[in-house]
C-alpha cells in the first residue's frame, strides 16, 4: 500500500499544475522535452446514494442484543412446548397413549397463550410495524398463520367442536424463532470478523512529552500531533507517520500484504499492524472513528446496511407471496366449505396454507449471501462501500483505470542503459548508483533501487557536489563520476547517441548521462514503473472479455508507452480532473457500463460518475469517499477480483431465491390440499417442518459460499 506516495500525490492548495520541465532538485537534473502534468486538484465529493436497509427488523446497532433475545425466547418457548405436546389429543392419537387430567384443556390453553404472546411477540410487532408502513411482508405472513391457529383452538377450548392447533402454533414459533436466530446468526458472522479487527488495538501508549520523558497513557486521550513511542515487537496504537527511527511493521491483518513493509521517517503506519525489530517514535495523524481501522469497519457495516437491488427483487416477491397466500388461504377456506367439509377441516387446510406460503426463506436468501460475500471480500482486501454497485459490477464491459500509482508505481525505475562502446553497462549502474545514493531525489532513488535489485555493491564516494541545475559530481573508487542533465552534455558540445536520446524522450523518458573521467559513459532512462500485477490484471480482463482503458492527466507520450507495455485497448492522457468525468460520463452515454479505478484527489469525480468506482489504496480520503469499492492492497489484479465476485454472488444469489420461492410454488397446492382425493394431506405441522427444512437449506448454501 503506497500510502507515502498517496500523501505527496494529494495536492494541498488545489490548483492543477503544469510543468514544462522537470528540474531534477539538489542534483540539477533537467528533463527536457518532457511535459508532466502533475496530477493535483481537489475533485468533488460526490456520493453514490445509498440506501439503508433493515432487514426483519432486527439489523441495526442492537443486534447482539436481538440475538440474545432471540434466543432466550426460543429457549424458553421450546421448554414450554414439551408439555404442550404432551397434552395435545392429536399426539396422543399419534404414539397411541392417553394422558389427561380435569382442566387439562384450559391448562393448555395457557401454555399455549404463553407462546403465543412471548415467543410469538416479535412477529406480532414486526406485523404491526409492516401494516403501519402500508408493506406487508415476511411478519404478517407469519403473524396471520399464528394468530388464525391460536384463535381457532383458544374456539375449541371454549365450546367450539373441533380438535386445537396448540402444538402446531407452538411448534411453528419455536421453528420461525429457530430460523431467525440462524439468520442474525450468519448475517452477525461478517460484522463480527470486523469488530474482532477493533479489538486487536492496544489500550495504552507510551507517549513522549517535550523533554522525550515517556509515560503510559490511554490511546482514547491520544491528540492530533502527539508524539507515541512504539518499542520493538508492539502494535501500532493509532494511525501516525514516522517521525524517528525506522523498522519492518507487518500490516498483513490489515491490508494482506504477508511480507512485512520496511519504514522509515515521513512513512506512515496503520493502528493495529505490528512493529519488528526497530524503535519508532511517531506523530498521531488520526484517532477513533477518523483512523484506519474503524474506516474498515464502518465502510463494511455500511455496505452490509445498504439495500442491494437483488434484495429488492426477494422482498417484493415476498410481498407479492403474502398476497398470494392471503388469496389461496381464503379460496382454501372458501372451496372447502363449499364442497361440504367441516369448517374446522377446511381452518386446518388455511391454516397449513399460511404455514407453507411463510416466505421467510426467501427473505433469508439474500441477505445471507450479502454477509458471506461481504466477508469473504474484506478477507480479501476487496471494503464494499455500495452494495448495489457492487453487485452491478458483474454487468461491466468497460474498465477505466488512472495511471500514476494505480498502473504504475508511482515511483521512478530504470528502463534502459545505454552505454559506448567499451563500457559495461553493470559498472556504469554501479558508478552512478554510488553517487546517487547520496541524493533524495526520486531520480536518484530510482537509480539507487535498480542497482539494488541487481545486487551491485555500492561505494562510499570521497567527495560529493551537487551542480544546481546540472547534476552531480563527486569522486567514487579513485575516478570523477558526473551524473548530469541532456542540457549539460550539450553545453559541453559532447557527442552522444542522438537518435537513441531523442527515441527515449519521445517516449516522455527522463534521461540522465553518466560522465567518467571526462569520458561519457553512456545513459540511463527512468521512467514510472509499470506494476507487474498490473499486466496481469489487464489480460485477466482481456480474457472475461472486458474492455480496458487509461485515463490520465500525464503526458501523452509517457501515458502511450505505459499502454504499449500493458496492451491496453485505449489511452486518453493530459485530461483535467473534470475532463475525467466527462469522460466517464461519455463512455455511459455509449451504453457501456463502466467501472472507474483510480487513487488521488483527481479522480474523484470520476470515481463518483462511474457504475463502479474502485479507489486504489486507503491514503487519499476524497477518493475513498467516493469510490464504491476500496483495494487495500493496492494491486490492480483485485479490480479483476471484484467482477469475479460479483458474478459468483449474483449467481448464488439467484440459486436461493430459487430454492425459497420454488419451494413455496410447489408446495402451497399441497398445503390447501389438491391431492387430499388420493389420501395426501398435508399438516400444519409438517408443513412448519418443510418450512424450517428450507429456511436450513438457505442458510447451508449461502454459508458454502465461497466466492
Same mark, same amino acid.
Given at each position: 500500500?503506497?500510502?507515502?506516495?498517496?500523501?505527496?500525490?494529494?495536492?494541498?492548495?488545489?490548483?492543477?499544475?503544469?510543468?514544462?520541465?522537470?528540474?531534477?532538485?539538489?542534483?540539477?537534473? =533537467?528533463?527536457?522535452?518532457?511535459?508532466?502534468?502533475?496530477?493535483?486538484?481537489?475533485?468533488?465529493?460526490?456520493?453514490?446514494?445509498?440506501?439503508?436497509?433493515?432487514?426483519?427488523?432486527?439489523?441495526?446497532?442492537?443486534?447482539?442484543?436481538?440475538?440474545?433475545?432471540?434466543?432466550?425466547?426460543?429457549?424458553?418457548?421450546?421448554?414450554?412446548?414439551?408439555?404442550?405436546?404432551?397434552?395435545?389429543?392429536?399426539? #396422543?392419537?399419534?404414539?397411541?397413549?392417553?394422558?389427561?387430567?380435569?382442566?387439562?384443556?384450559?391448562?393448555?390453553?395457557?401454555?399455549?397463550?404463553?407462546?403465543?404472546?412471548?415467543?410469538?411477540?416479535?412477529?406480532?410487532?414486526?406485523?404491526?410495524?409492516?401494516?403501519?408502513?402500508?408493506?406487508?411482508?415476511?411478519?404478517?405472513?407469519?403473524?396471520?398463520?399464528?394468530?388464525?391457529?391460536?384463535?381457532?383452538?383458544?374456539?375449541?377450548?371454549?365450546?367450539?367442536?373441533?380438535?386445537?392447533? /396448540?402444538?402446531?402454533?407452538?411448534?411453528?414459533?419455536?421453528?420461525?424463532?429457530?430460523?431467525?436466530?440462524?439468520?442474525?446468526?450468519?448475517?452477525?458472522?461478517?460484522?463480527?470478523?470486523?469488530? $474482532?479487527?477493533?479489538?486487536?488495538?492496544?489500550?495504552?501508549?507510551?507517549?513522549?512529552?517535550?523533554?522525550?520523558?515517556?509515560?503510559?497513557?490511554?490511546?482514547?486521550?491520544?491528540?492530533?500531533?502527539?508524539?507515541?513511542?512504539?518499542?520493538?515487537?508492539?502494535?501500532?496504537?493509532?494511525?501516525?507517520?514516522?517521525?524517528?527511527?525506522?523498522?519492518?511493521?507487518?500490516?498483513?491483518?490489515?491490508?494482506?500484504?504477508?511480507?512485512?513493509?520496511?519504514?522509515?521517517?515521513?512513512?506512515?503506519?496503520?493502528?493495529?499492524?505490528?512493529?519488528?525489530?526497530?524503535?519508532?517514535?511517531?506523530?498521531?495523524?488520526?484517532?477513533?472513528?477518523?483512523?484506519?481501522?474503524?474506516?474498515?469497519?464502518?465502510?463494511?457495516?455500511?455496505? #452490509?446496511?445498504?439495500?442491494?437491488?437483488?434484495? $429488492?427483487?426477494?422482498?417484493?416477491?415476498?410481498?407479492?407471496?403474502? /398476497?398470494?397466500?392471503?388469496?389461496?388461504?381464503?379460496?382454501?377456506?372458501?372451496?372447502?366449505?363449499?364442497?361440504? /367439509?367441516?369448517?374446522?377441516?377446511?381452518?386446518?387446510?388455511?391454516?397449513?396454507?399460511?404455514?407453507?406460503?411463510?416466505?421467510?426463506?426467501?427473505?433469508?436468501?439474500?441477505?445471507?449471501?450479502?454477509?458471506?460475500?461481504?466477508?469473504?471480500?474484506?478477507?480479501?482486501?476487496?471494503?464494499?462501500?455500495?452494495?448495489?454497485?457492487?453487485?452491478?459490477?458483474?454487468?461491466?464491459?468497460?474498465?477505466?483505470?488512472?495511471? @500514476?500509482?494505480?498502473?504504475?508505481?508511482?515511483?521512478?525505475?530504470?528502463?534502459?542503459?545505454?552505454?559506448?562502446?567499451?563500457?559495461?553497462?553493470?559498472?556504469?549502474?554501479?558508478?552512478?548508483?554510488?553517487?546517487?545514493?547520496?541524493?533524495?531525489?526520486?531520480?536518484?532513488?530510482?537509480?539507487?533501487?535498480?542497482?539494488? =535489485?541487481?545486487?551491485?555493491?555500492?561505494? =562510499?564516494?570521497?567527495?560529493?557536489?551537487?551542480?544546481?541545475?546540472?547534476?552531480?559530481?563527486?569522486?567514487?573508487?579513485?575516478?570523477?563520476?558526473?551524473?548530469?542533465?541532456?542540457?549539460?552534455?550539450?553545453?559541453?558540445?559532447?557527442?552522444?547517441?542522438?537518435?537513441?536520446?531523442?527515441?527515449?524522450?519521445?517516449?516522455?523518458?527522463?534521461?540522465?548521462?553518466?560522465?567518467?573521467?571526462?569520458?561519457?559513459?553512456?545513459?540511463?532512462?527512468?521512467?514510472?514503473?509499470?506494476?507487474?500485477?498490473?499486466?496481469?490484471?489487464?489480460?485477466?480482463?482481456?480474457?472475461?472479455?472486458?474492455?480496458?482503458?487509461?485515463?490520465?492527466?500525464?503526458?501523452?507520450?509517457?501515458?502511450?508507452?505505459?499502454?504499449?507495455?500493458?496492451?491496453?485497448?485505449?489511452?486518453?492522457?493530459?485530461?483535467?480532473?473534470?475532463?475525467?468525468?466527462?469522460?466517464?460520463?461519455?463512455?455511459?452515454?455509449?451504453?457501456?457500463?463502466?467501472?472507474?479505478?483510480?487513487?488521488?484527489?483527481?479522480?474523484?469525480?470520476?470515481?463518483?460518475?462511474?457504475?463502479?468506482?474502485?479507489?486504489?489504496?486507503?491514503?487519499?480520503?476524497?477518493?475513498?469517499?467516493?469510490?464504491?469499492?476500496?483495494?487495500?492492497?493496492?494491486?490492480?489484479?483485485?479490480?479483476?477480483?471484484?467482477?469475479?465476485?460479483?458474478?459468483?454472488?449474483?449467481?448464488?444469489?439467484?440459486?436461493?431465491?430459487?430454492?425459497?420461492?420454488? /419451494?413455496?410454488?410447489? @408446495?402451497?397446492?399441497?398445503?390447501?390440499?389438491?391431492?387430499?382425493?388420493?389420501?395426501?394431506?398435508?399438516?400444519?405441522?409438517?408443513?412448519?417442518?418443510?418450512?424450517?427444512?428450507?429456511?436450513?437449506?438457505?442458510?447451508?448454501?449461502?454459508?458454502?459460499?465461497?466466492?
Amino acid at each position: 500500500m503506497d500510502q507515502k506516495h498517496d500523501k505527496n500525490k494529494t495536492g494541498q492548495d488545489g490548483n492543477f499544475k503544469n510543468s514544462e520541465e522537470q528540474v531534477h532538485h539538489g542534483n540539477g537534473h =533537467e528533463q527536457e522535452n518532457h511535459t508532466h502534468n502533475h496530477e493535483h486538484g481537489l475533485g468533488n465529493h460526490a456520493h453514490h446514494d445509498q440506501e439503508g436497509h433493515s432487514h426483519h427488523d432486527h439489523e441495526g446497532p442492537d443486534h447482539g442484543n436481538m440475538i440474545a433475545d432471540f434466543k432466550t425466547r426460543f429457549y424458553i418457548s421450546l421448554l414450554v412446548t414439551i408439555p404442550i405436546l404432551v397434552l395435545s389429543p392429536m399426539i #396422543q392419537s399419534f404414539f397411541n397413549y392417553e394422558f389427561t387430567f380435569p382442566g387439562a384443556g384450559y391448562v393448555l390453553f395457557g401454555l399455549a397463550t404463553f407462546v403465543f404472546f412471548y415467543g410469538g411477540k416479535p412477529f406480532l410487532i414486526g406485523f404491526i410495524d409492516e401494516l403501519k408502513q402500508k408493506n406487508p411482508g415476511m411478519m404478517t405472513l407469519i403473524a396471520l398463520a399464528i394468530v388464525v391457529a391460536y384463535g381457532y383452538s383458544t374456539l375449541t377450548v371454549f365450546g367450539l367442536s373441533g380438535s386445537n392447533f /396448540y402444538w402446531e402454533l407452538a411448534t411453528l414459533i419455536d421453528i420461525m424463532l429457530l430460523g431467525h436466530l440462524i439468520e442474525m446468526r450468519s448475517v452477525m458472522g461478517a460484522s463480527n470478523a470486523l469488530e $474482532d479487527l477493533v479489538k486487536m488495538m492496544p489500550s495504552e501508549a507510551h507517549i513522549m512529552d517535550e523533554n522525550g520523558e515517556v509515560k503510559d497513557v490511554k490511546v482514547s486521550s491520544l491528540k492530533h500531533g502527539d508524539k507515541v513511542l512504539i518499542k520493538p515487537g508492539e502494535k501500532v496504537p493509532v494511525d501516525g507517520s514516522i517521525v524517528k527511527g525506522q523498522s519492518s511493521v507487518n500490516e498483513s491483518m490489515l491490508t494482506g500484504e504477508s511480507v512485512p513493509i520496511d519504514k522509515e521517517v515521513d512513512d506512515e503506519v496503520i493502528g493495529g499492524s505490528i512493529n519488528g525489530e526497530g524503535s519508532l517514535t511517531i506523530q498521531v495523524e488520526k484517532t477513533g472513528d477518523d483512523s484506519y481501522l474503524s474506516q474498515v469497519v464502518t465502510m463494511v457495516k455500511e455496505a #452490509q446496511q445498504s439495500r442491494s437491488k437483488t434484495q $429488492d427483487l426477494s422482498n417484493r416477491a415476498a410481498k407479492w407471496l403474502f /398476497y398470494l397466500a392471503l388469496l389461496a388461504g381464503v379460496a382454501t377456506l372458501v372451496i372447502w366449505l363449499a364442497l361440504g /367439509y367441516p369448517f374446522a377441516y377446511a381452518l386446518e387446510r388455511m391454516v397449513t396454507v399460511m404455514v407453507i406460503a411463510c416466505p421467510h426463506a426467501l427473505g433469508l436468501a439474500a441477505p445471507l449471501v450479502v454477509a458471506r460475500s461481504t466477508a469473504l471480500a474484506a478477507k480479501q482486501g476487496l471494503l464494499i462501500r455500495n452494495r448495489t454497485n457492487f453487485e452491478e459490477a458483474r454487468n461491466v464491459e468497460v474498465v477505466v483505470f488512472d495511471k @500514476t500509482g494505480t498502473l504504475t508505481e508511482g515511483e521512478f525505475g530504470i528502463t534502459e542503459i545505454i552505454t559506448e562502446e567499451g563500457y559495461d553497462k553493470s559498472h556504469v549502474l554501479q558508478m552512478a548508483a554510488s553517487l546517487e545514493v547520496q541524493s533524495e531525489h526520486p531520480i536518484a532513488r530510482g537509480i539507487v533501487d535498480g542497482a539494488k =535489485e541487481q545486487k551491485l555493491s555500492l561505494h =562510499e564516494p570521497e567527495q560529493f557536489e551537487s551542480m544546481t541545475g546540472k547534476g552531480l559530481r563527486g569522486t567514487v573508487e579513485g575516478k570523477e563520476v558526473l551524473i548530469v542533465s541532456p542540457g549539460y552534455v550539450k553545453q559541453q558540445q559532447m557527442d552522444y547517441n542522438k537518435e537513441k536520446f531523442n527515441e527515449l524522450s519521445e517516449q516522455g523518458k527522463t534521461v540522465v548521462f553518466v560522465i567518467i573521467n571526462s569520458q561519457l559513459t553512456g545513459m540511463i532512462a527512468l521512467a514510472d514503473k509499470v506494476r507487474k500485477s498490473a499486466e496481469r490484471a489487464i489480460a485477466r480482463l482481456k480474457d472475461l472479455g472486458v474492455e480496458s482503458q487509461m485515463l490520465t492527466g500525464d503526458n501523452y507520450k509517457v501515458a502511450q508507452w505505459v499502454a504499449n507495455q500493458l496492451n491496453l485497448d485505449q489511452v486518453v492522457a493530459e485530461v483535467l480532473p473534470h475532463e475525467k468525468a466527462d469522460k466517464i460520463k461519455e463512455i455511459k452515454r455509449s451504453g457501456k457500463k463502466i467501472a472507474m479505478t483510480g487513487d488521488g484527489v483527481n479522480d474523484a469525480p470520476a470515481l463518483a460518475n462511474a457504475d463502479l468506482g474502485i479507489a486504489i489504496g486507503a491514503g487519499t480520503d476524497v477518493a475513498m469517499e467516493t469510490a464504491d469499492v476500496i483495494l487495500v492492497r493496492s494491486n490492480p489484479e483485485d479490480v479483476v477480483s471484484i467482477l469475479e465476485l460479483s458474478k459468483s454472488t449474483y449467481r448464488k444469489m439467484i440459486q436461493n431465491l430459487w430454492w425459497a420461492a420454488g /419451494y413455496n410454488i410447489l @408446495t402451497i397446492p399441497l398445503a390447501a390440499g389438491i391431492l387430499s382425493p388420493i389420501g395426501i394431506v398435508l399438516s400444519p405441522a409438517v408443513g412448519a417442518v418443510l418450512m424450517s427444512l428450507s429456511t436450513v437449506v438457505v442458510a447451508i448454501n449461502a454459508r458454502l459460499f465461497k466466492g
